[in-house]
């Protein structure tokens, strides 16, 4: 298992101030369409807040229900009460500083150290306090940022108005999307038995992976609202019920009891419906061609749409900006990703007998000191 640094510190620090700073802006933006008198919009966003935060409370009370098991029970109900506040991811937060500061930066040497106190045992208390939080912010991020992000972008192509809120929430949107599926993947490494550092390079190219090609796909979800929502919502809930029926395939087994685990797999066909998202540590060369070959088929489809349905469109210039930028983040965003893989990949450099493709979904734990919830689901 790699070390917890400082510089994970710091980014553990970010990542707080995004997450709270994403909070304010999802409010702000809620209450300036309803002083607009937009009430719909306005619920719209609290909808997304609300559903994200519910399903993140409820994983993490979970976990920390499995993680506490057979200690004090009054600790559980205080815990508890907190998540019932919707504070839970607080609680995470505190945890992880403090086993983080510990880590990074008041390490004892193992001679004068107490078995509690060991840097490994500090170390693993770190990276696995870390990594629960970087899951929660991961279904966060596709549960309300990401369709809050749809949602913006929707309206600015809808209505052709915009204000300061609308691009103060899409920067914060993409500043969330960025930061939560580097820091998933930091943890992701430091999770697994022989998985090199995340350095930089890697990351800029997995994010711009990430973040072309799910802006590409949002524009184009996007476009598709534009012209008949009803077929929207029909893409999207068919696309929900393959990424359902793909989790249900795999047979997963993140969660203890059978409920947490279909809870589990919904989330994932949610998250699949913006990006793929890898729940078994199996290759996954197949799938993922298949997943971007049928994005790019359904975009395509969309501009074409457009081109026989409702020709006089296409010579508007916000429609010809607005294609460009669709096809121009999907090519971009396929290159960074082949050359990810290609490069950047654990099994492009790790031992041959180590070597499987990375996980993005954790599962259930029977021991936290001797396995982090990363690693008991790879090794199964």
């Known amino acids: 298992m790699m070390k917890f640094t400082k510089q994970n510190f710091i980014f553990l620090v970010g990542g707080i101030i995004i997450y709270v700073v994403d909070i304010g802006v999802d409010f702000w933006v809620a209450s300036k369409y309803f002083c607009q008198g937009q009430y719909g919009w306005g619920i719209l966003i609290l909808c997304f807040r609300g559903l994200s935060s519910l399903i993140t409370q409820v994983f993490s009370y979970e976990w920390f229900k499995n993680d506490w098991e057979g200690t004090d029970t009054g600790k559980l109900k205080w815990i508890f009460l907190v998540h019932l506040f919707q504070c839970g991811i607080f609680i995470r937060y505190w945890f992880a500083l403090k086993y983080g500061c510990q880590a990074a930066f008041k390490q004892k040497s193992s001679g004068d150290a107490s078995e509690t106190d060991h840097p490994n045992f500090i170390q693993k208390q770190a990276v696995d306090a870390v990594a629960d939080i970087n899951m929660l912010r991961v279904f966060k991020t596709f549960l309300e940022t ?214 993005d979904g954790q599962a259930g734990q029977k021991d936290r000191v001797e396995t982090g919830r990363f690693q008991n689901f790879i090794m199964q």
Request: aromatic share 16%; net charge positive; with cysteine.
């Open 146 to 359: 990401t369709p809050q992000l749809f949602v913006q972008i929707y309206i600015l192509m809808e209505h052709g108005k915009n204000n300061f809120c609308q691009y103060a929430a899409i920067i914060t949107s993409f500043c969330s999307i960025s930061f939560s599926t580097v820091d998933y993947q930091i943890s992701l490494r430091k999770s697994l038995p022989d998985k090199d550092e995340f350095r930089v390079l890697p990351k800029l190219v997995y994010v711009f992976y990430k973040l072309l090609t799910i802006t590409s796909w949002i524009l184009s979800i996007s476009l598709i609202t534009l012209l008949n929502v009803r077929s929207s919502v029909v893409l999207l809930i068919f696309l929900w019920i393959c990424g359902f029926a793909w989790t249900l395939k795999q047979h997963t087994t993140f969660c203890k009891s059978k409920k947490m685990e279909y809870l589990y797999r919904t989330v994932v066909g949610i998250i699949l419906i913006f990006t793929f998202f890898n729940i078994k540590g199996r290759k996954t060369k197949v799938c993922i061609s298949i997943y971007y070959a049928t994005h790019t088929i359904i975009t395509l489809g969309i501009l074409f749409v457009y081109m026989f349905w409702k020709p006089s469109i296409i010579k508007e210039i916000h429609f010809t900006i607005v294609s460009i930028l669709t096809i121009l983040s999907l090519l971009l965003g396929i290159i960074f990703l082949v050359v990810y893989y290609r490069l950047f990949h654990p099994t492009a450099y790790c031992r041959p007998q180590a070597c499987s493709d990375e996980v």
